[in-house]
């Protein structure tokens, strides 16, 4: 059973900083893609920034130059530090990875979400 345990939300100012972590545990082969998505009250779940192991990070245009995501990949965890954070920032942040086990081919995986609120 695999599962994503995601941690560091909370609630800050405008302009201030928060780092996520989100640690993938179980029965894992390999890690491929991993990322943060989120979803804002009433809107869309969002690509907010992934990470293809070996290859360059993608993010989203309203976050780009204010977030950073990285990966641990001894540990199977995947960050994202938040800087300069704006209150259209606040959502539910999701960690997601794309993982092979044992007995299951690449398929994609969830964590229970952490909320971000950003207060002006």
């Known amino acids: 059973q695999v599962q994503l345990v995601e941690s560091g939300g909370g609630l800050v100012q405008a302009g201030e900083s928060l780092r996520l972590s989100c640690a993938a545990s179980?029965?894992?082969?390999?890690?491929?893609?991993m990322g943060w998505y989120r979803q804002a009250p009433g809107k869309q779940r969002e690509l907010v920034a992934t990470?293809?192991?070996?290859?360059?990070?993608n993010y989203a245009d309203s976050v780009k130059g204010r977030f950073v995501i990285s990966r641990d990949n001894a540990k199977n965890t995947v960050y994202l530090k938040m800087d300069r954070l704006k209150p259209e920032d606040t959502a539910v942040y999701y960690c997601?990875?794309?993982?092979?086990?044992?007995?299951?081919?690449?398929?994609?995986?969830w964590g229970q979400g952490t909320q971000v609120t950003v207060s002006s």
């Open positions: 179980g029965n894992i082969f390999n890690i491929n893609d």
């Open positions: 997601y990875a794309q993982i092979t086990t044992a007995i299951h081919p690449p398929r994609d995986y």
């Open positions: 990470s293809t192991r070996g290859g360059e990070p």
